[in-house]
Structures are given as C-alpha cells and as structure tokens.
C-alpha cells in the first residue's frame, strides 16, 4: 500500500481498527463499529476515521461527521462510480472538510477525477501505481466543471 | 457552429496525450485488458469482431467541411477509404490499428473532433434535431443548449463511472425528429407564459432489450436550472442504479423499479441543495454560446430557377420531392443526402464521396453537413436556385437516391458482419430489400423499417413501423418482426407479429407485410395510419396464414 496526498507519496498517519482491538488515536473504524460504540468514539476525544463502502447513503453515518477526521470510501471494484457521488455529496451538500480518501480498488487514471470530486487522499496498491497516479494528477491542465467546494 | 476557444483545445490535446499514455502502458502490460477496456471504451474504442472500432462524436450531428475532409483523410491513412453514420449522429471507423488510435485522435484533434465519451458507462454525445435552427416550427434553436450540456458533460469527474451509458437528446421542435423519447433523458424546450425559456424533462426512456418510452418527470425547467437539473438526476441514477446486472443497469429499469414519483422525489430532495447554486446558467454564458449559432444572413431569392428546373427533368423532380424539405426561409430548402443508395450498405460513405461533400458544402451550404439519427446526411440552407447542380452532382456520386423516408431508407445496425454482439446479419437483410423495393419504395410511400442484428437494438427495430430484429436460433439466424412502431413525437413501441421467420424468408415476409398494406390503404393513406385502422391481425394472416 502507498498513501498519495498533496501530490506526494505519505506515511500513513492512520491504521484500520483490528478486531477484538480498542481504538487509538488516528484509528479507522468500520461503519458498524461506529454504530455499536458511538457514545465511546465521542468522549473518547480521541481522532477517529470511519470507513464506509461508496454504495452507503451518508444518512446513515451523517451524525459521525462532526466527529470523525476522516471518511474512507471503499472501492469494491474500480468501475463502481458511486463512491464519487458519495465525496461529493460529503464536500457539497454535509460541507464535511476534513480528509476523505480513496481506498480498495483505485487505479492510478482514476486519480485526476478522484481529486475532482473531493478525495484529498488516495490509497494505492503499490509505490509504482502511487507514482504514476501523481503523474496523473497532471493530465490535464483545464477542465469543463467548477471543482468541490472544499478545494 | 461552435469553434474552440484555447480551453476547449487545450482539454481535446491533453485528452489525446493521456489516452497515449494509456493506450502505450496496455501494450506494454502494465494495464490488464480489463483495466484498460473502460478507459478505451470512454475513447470510442470498441474491440469487434475483425478489428477494433473507433466511434467519433459529432456533437449533435454538426460538422464543418473541414471536419469532412479530414474524415475523408483519416480513412484513408488509417482505414478503409469509408465511414459509417451511426443513429446517434456520430461517424465510425471500422478497421483502425489499436496502436494507431492516439494518432488518428491526434488528426481529429487538429479540427476540433474527439472521441471523448463516444462508448463506456458515462454521459454520451448529446444528439439533436437536425433541421435546428432552420425549420418553421422550432420554439427554440436547441443547439446552444446541447453546446452547453456537451461541455458540462465533457470529462465529468463525478458521472464517467455510471451503472451503464446514459445518453441525452434535446428537441427545440413538437415535431421531435430526435427520438428524445427512446433516450435516458430526452429535453423538449418550450416557453412559459412569460416567454421564458426552458425544458420539458423525459426521463427513463431507452431502447436495447427493454424498450421503454420516456416519462416526463418534470414539466417546465428555466433553462437557468437545466445543468442542476440534470446533475441531480445523474446523481441519483450514479447512487441507486442497480450494478448487479448491466441488463438492468440503464435508468430506464431504475424508474421503472423505483416508480416515477419515488424517483421523482429522490431527485428532487438532491436537486434542493443544488439549485442555484455553482452549475446555475447566468444570461452571459448562454448569450456566448448564443452567438455562434446565429442564423446566416440569408439572401432575398424567389423560386423562378427552381420552378423551371422542375419542369424540366422528371428525375430532379422526383428527388425534390422525395429528399428536400421545407425551410424557414423562402427560396431556401433543406436536402437529405440519401446514405441509402443501393450500392453499399446504409450509413456508409465512402472516401470520393466525404471529399465531394466536403467540396459540395462549401459551394452550396456555408461550408457545413449535418448528420442524421436515421443515417443520412443533410445540407440545411441551400438556395433553391443552386438545387439542380447540388443534385446533378449529387447523383453522380451516388448520394441523390430519391428515397428518404420509404422503405429503403432503413436505418441498420453493422450487424454479425462488424459486430462482436451481433447475432445475425442486417446488410445481407438490407441489400435485399433494397434490390426488392427500389423500384417501388416511392410509390410505396412513407414507410420506416428498422433492422437491428440483435436484440441491443442499434438499428431501433422496436420503434420502426416494420421493426426486424435479428435472433439466434441454435447457431442459425432467424429475425423476428414488430409492426406499428413510430419515431415520432408520438414515440410507439412495435407489436410483435408473431413467430421468428427464417433468413431466406425474411425479404417475401417483408413484401407480403407492404403488399397487405397496400392492399388495405385508403388513397394516400400512410403505413401507420392504416396500421392503426386495421390493426395487426391482417399482417398476421398474410404472413402465417400462407406457411
């Protein structure tokens, strides 16, 4: 895995939550343990990220996004489009500024439409696809449609 | 016609370097097949049966002789000296080089041509009346609009990777001569009772495997709105629509599963938060884009060449007749350049003939074709005085055959011939109807047949008044046949005849279909008149009743 923000190959600050695991600071949650420990994750005062799957409507964790300092979306397959709706509804409509990024199946030529709509983050499965992803994120110059708000 | 500016070009090169890029990496491994199909597929490449196929948008059927010509040129170095006109306006090349596609994209570029968004699950060509601008009944000129909706939808971040393609049509006229009923969205514009402009919005309709009619879900958008409007729909079709099964991925299924009013709705609750917001039109940008459509300044001319003209040769008569049309301006007509003649299959043209039209356009059209959904051509303002020389000239190269609109002006999809999804031949289909019903089709009347080689329907066999389509029956070809269906603005699915009728049939069950019509039609009644007066069942016996 390689992690690719501000156009440059990052240690990754955060980690996934393991079972039978507390969370630390800077740990990931799933949007089922969100469900089930809501009231720990929030006096905890600890920085927590949630990972949610892109077909998931945001109703279902809005409350989570006053609290969480990252939204991961999942990609199941790199053809499903619906996580890119996901993170521009997040930036739009809930104004949700913190980072939202990219994760499962992202492709390096997805990286310059993935930044469009508001992913800040974009998780890669190798230091080579990370490397050509930020070259992609140069493809083009100009563009028809106005970009996210948060950018 | 709209021209580039420097932002315009800039994104059709930077697109033309980056599927370089891509297409360089494929051949080198280091994209798998399937990584790089839907990135070819978003270039309008498709991999067919002999070779790949390259689509070529032609924004909403409009091209310059300029654009011919380098057409004409790319089929040259790169093909096999002819294009095809498809039913969606756009041009495609049937026998490039995969390796070769970057710099064919390359020569395009250099005439504002792309292949952007030509195929693969996203926002396709936005298509169009032909006759826009220049027919009587137009409540609007829609083309600034589908400029407008081409360059919202142009390299959309959030809409390349839908649950299936989604296309939209935009009709300025009732009249609809852009099939905006059988499109995911179909956009009719009108004026309120102030005069203001807008659109009716249709949604939901599709042909393919389940041919649907459009819905209206929304009866009046101030063309303000019309890019909010149009983003909340795609999002909720992007979110909801169903990615388990591309046979039920269109929205077409999505409305029909969810109910029209429940959709409705979902659109609405995201169009709340949108509207007015950044995608709002303000008067500057639509008054821009306004200006390069405004119509020529268009010389004071009467009839008196042309009246004589008819009277003295039978054949321009009948051409006249047969393949031009009324304009807005009097000593001006519109010509349909038949892309039906007998010699090659519907839709084609061939290097010779791009190069005259190119040459023609400039001559007698300000420098401009058009293309049609039924695959033909149109010259929109030409003087009458210059008809006979347009159609002495036409004629000799094979583009003035007088039969648009009759039975052998059919639109037909490549078929097993091209196609790797086909499952029986259309042109064979075709040539014989054409050999069968040239002599006869004027007489015949209008009549629309439509023959798709399998059931995806991209000759739009179920809304042909004879609609065949091609089906495989344990490895032979058989073709099943609908009657009554209608491409107009009363947009009607066909009724299915009755059982598959085998290949070497299909041509006698054709004639026996006319010759019933003709036997029952009141004077100059027309098909789907006579068709609904009678119905389906005496087509049935004539057909069933003899084998």
Redo the contacts between chains.
């Keep these: 895995m390689a992690l690719v923000k501000n156009k440059q190959i990052i240690q990754d600050s955060w980690h996934y939550l393991r079972a039978e695991q507390t969370p630390l600071a800077n740990t990931i949650v799933s949007l089922e343990y969100w469900q089930q420990n809501k009231q720990a994750l929030i006096s905890n005062k600890q920085s927590f990220g949630l990972k949610v799957s892109g077909d998931v409507p945001v109703e279902s964790f809005s409350e989570a996004l006053k609290h969480a300092s990252l939204i991961a979306v999942e990609f199941p397959v790199f053809s499903d489009g619906r996580g890119y709706s996901l993170a521009k509804t997040l930036r739009d409509k809930y104004q949700f500024t913190k980072e939202i990024r990219a994760i499962g199946d992202v492709l390096p030529d997805q990286a310059f439409y993935l930044s469009r709509v508001g992913f800040d983050s974009l998780e890669l499965k190798s230091e080579l696809s990370a490397k050509l992803a930020i070259e992609k994120l140069a493809d083009f110059s100009v563009y028809y449609q106005k970009d996210s708000v948060s950018q | 016609m709209y021209l580039y500016n420097e ?1 315009d070009q ?2 059709i090169n ?2 033309v ?2 599927y370089r890029d ?1 297409t360089k990496r494929f051949l080198n491994g280091e ?1 798998t097949d399937e ?1 790089f199909r ?2 070819r597929l978003m270039n309008g490449l498709y991999i067919q049966t002999h070779a790949p196929m390259l689509r070529i948008n032609i924004p909403y059927g409009l091209l310059s002789s300029k654009q011919l010509r380098m057409l004409a040129q790319v089929s040259r170095q790169y093909d096999k000296d002819y294009v095809h006109f498809t039913t969606r306006q756009n041009v495609q090349f049937n026998w490039p080089a995969l390796e070769e596609v970057p710099d064919i994209l390359a020569d395009l570029a250099s005439v504002q041509m792309h292949s952007i968004q030509s195929s693969g ?1 996203c926002i396709r060509n936005i298509t169009s009346d032909p006759l826009a601008g220049v027919c009587a009944d137009e409540v609007e000129d829609p083309r600034p609009y589908c400029e407008i909706i081409r ?2 939808s ?10 299936r393609k989604f296309k939209i049509a935009i009709s300025g006229s009732p009249q609809d001569r852009a099939v905006t009923q059988v499109h995911d969205i179909g956009l009719h514009m009108k004026k309120d009772v102030e005069g203001n402009i807008g659109f009716e919005v249709l949604v939901g309709g599709g042909l393919g495997r389940t041919p649907v009619i459009g819905q209206t879900i929304a009866d009046f958008i101030a063309e303000a709105d019309i890019l909010s409007y149009l983003d909340a729909i795609l ?1 909720t079709y ?2 909801y629509g169903r ?1 388990d099964n591309k046979y039920k991925a269109r929205i077409k299924i999505l409305v029909r599963e969810t109910g029209l009013d429940t959709f409705k709705a979902q659109v609405d609750a995201e169009w709340k ?2 509207k007015g ?3 709002s039109l303000d008067k500057a940008e639509i008054q821009r884009v306004k200006a390069f459509f405004v119509a020529p300044n268009y010389n004071v001319s009467d009839d008196t060449k042309l009246n004589s003209d008819l009277e003295n040769s039978g054949a321009f008569r009948q051409w006249f007749n047969q393949n031009t049309r009324e304009h807005k301006q009097t000593g001006y007509r519109v010509v349909s350049l038949s892309l039906k003649s007998p010699h090659r299959p519907p839709g084609d043209v061939t290097y010779d003939q791009l190069q005259l039209i190119a040459n023609l356009a400039d001559q007698y059209n300000l420098g401009q074709a058009r293309s049609t959904h039924d695959q033909n051509l149109a010259f929109t303002d030409v003087r009458t005085e210059d008809l006979f020389s347009l159609w002495q000239q036409l004629n000799e190269h094979q583009l003035a055959t007088a039969n648009i609109g009759t039975i052998t002006d059919m639109i037909c999809c490549p078929g097993l011939d091209f196609c790797s999804l086909a499952n029986a031949s259309s042109i064979d289909i075709a040539q014989g109807i054409t050999e069968t019903f040239t002599d006869s089709a004027i007489e015949t009347g209008s009549l629309k047949l439509k023959m798709s080689g399998c059931m995806n329907g991209c000759g739009h066999h179920s809304i042909g008044e004879i609609g065949i389509l091609g089906v495989d029956k344990k490895g032979e070809q058989w073709y099943q046949l609908t009657l009554g269906g209608s491409d107009t603005h009363e947009t009607k699915l066909g009724e299915r005849l009755g059982r598959a009728i085998a290949k070497k049939d299909v041509i006698s069950t054709v004639n026996d279909i006319v010759n019933t019509y003709k036997l029952h039609r009141n004077d100059e009644e027309k098909f789907a008149t006579t068709f609904k007066r009678i119905g389906i069942q005496p087509f049935k016996d004539k057909v069933y009743g003899t084998r």
């Design positions: 932002l800039t994104l930077e697109r370097e980056q891509q994209l990584q839907p990135l699950s360059q919202w142009t390299l959309h971040p959030e809409f390349s990777y839908l649950p999002r992007n979110r990615r938060d949108s917001g950044e995608l």
